[in-house]
């Protein structure tokens, strides 16, 4: 999948993504999945997710991941929706923030939820994915037998 960008008209951008067939994207809360190749263009503001940003509730299985998912679904849920995923996500947070040693862990997680708290989801999203390899290795070493 790769991102390409036109040249916006005067008074709208554009983003254009070429899909390959299986790929799968988010638009404003509805699940695409393209069955061949495509190109897209988005010519409005939309909020839309693709490949491996899209995380499934099944893949939601560590902490940062749980948060990961409670911000990916206010970025994409409808607006009555919203605040009640926010809401997880910071309840989310705070648990994690309690629970962890670690203040490199706390800081990323402070800085995730301002940028919920400013409205940018995407933000939110990009510096929680620093913390998946943290758990996946807190959780194997406390899973060991």
């Known amino acids: 999948m790769s991102q390409n960008t036109e040249a916006p008209a005067p008074s709208q951008g554009r983003l254009v993504l070429d899909l390959r067939a299986g790929d799968r994207m988010l638009v404003n809360g509805a699940a695409l999945q393209f069955r061949t190749r495509t190109s897209v263009m ?69 800085s995730a939820i301002a940028s919920l708290e400013r409205g940018d989801c995407w933000e939110a999203m990009r510096g929680l994915r620093r913390l998946f390899a943290h758990d996946d290795a807190v959780l194997a070493l406390t899973t060991a037998p």
């Open 42 to 110: 988005l010519g409005n503001h939309a909020r839309f997710l693709f490949g491996k940003q899209i995380m499934s509730q099944e893949d939601a299985r560590t902490p940062a991941r749980r948060i990961y998912f409670a911000i990916q679904a206010a970025y994409v849920a409808e607006d009555a929706e919203r605040p009640a995923y926010i809401a997880a996500a910071r309840e989310l947070t705070d648990e994690y923030s309690a629970a962890t040693t670690s203040d490199t862990a706390r800081a990323i997680l402070a």
